[in-house]
């Protein structure tokens, strides 16, 4: 998948997350990364995800896209397949350039619950890149068959 395809997809997915992100989280934000992820699980899961990161410039429009790619394990109670579209909300400058960074490392706790097109998917997340460490808001909206709590790295 593209960059151009990315976007496009990233274009359907904030129409609707706008829906659920707060108007001034979304207003204040100096970044956003969009990206769809594939996650599998029976006890222990992997996933991977593309999408692209955009920064706010300062003169308050956004600049050109990034492109972004994620890769996880986990661990915990959890079975099943689902496609995640996740939307990060960067709020600050050094937390922006930390994602900017070639490697990201992150320990974050997950629980989700899809079925059919309709599902819920929580995080908490904290990363440690070449660029520093981060925290975001995150929002999703999850598809497919899984239920689960689990730890990924």
Do not use: H
Not at 22 to 35: E, F, H
Not at 108 to 117: E, F, K, R, T
Request: with cysteine; proline share 2%.
């Amino acid at each position: 998948m593209g960059l151009d395809s990315q976007i496009r997809r990233g274009i359907k997915v904030l129409e609707r997350a706008r829906r659920i992100i707060p108007a001034d989280i979304l207003r204040n934000a100096k970044g956003l990364c969009v990206m769809a992820e594939a996650k599998g699980a029976f006890l222990f899961s992997g996933a991977i995800g593309r999408g692209f990161l955009i920064e706010r410039t300062s003169d308050g429009l956004w600049g050109y896209p990034s492109s972004v790619m994620s890769v996880s394990v986990g661990v915990g109670g959890q079975i099943g397949a689902e496609i995640v579209d996740i939307v990060l909300v960067i709020n600050d400058e050094s937390t922006l350039k930390a994602m900017e960074g070639k490697l990201q490392v992150r320990l974050g706790g997950d629980i989700s619950v899809a079925m059919g097109p309709i599902g819920s998917d929580a995080r908490g997340l904290i990363s440690a890149g070449t660029n520093g460490s981060t925290a975001v808001y995150s929002y999703s909206l999850a598809r497919g068959a899984f239920v689960g709590v689990g730890i990924y790295y």
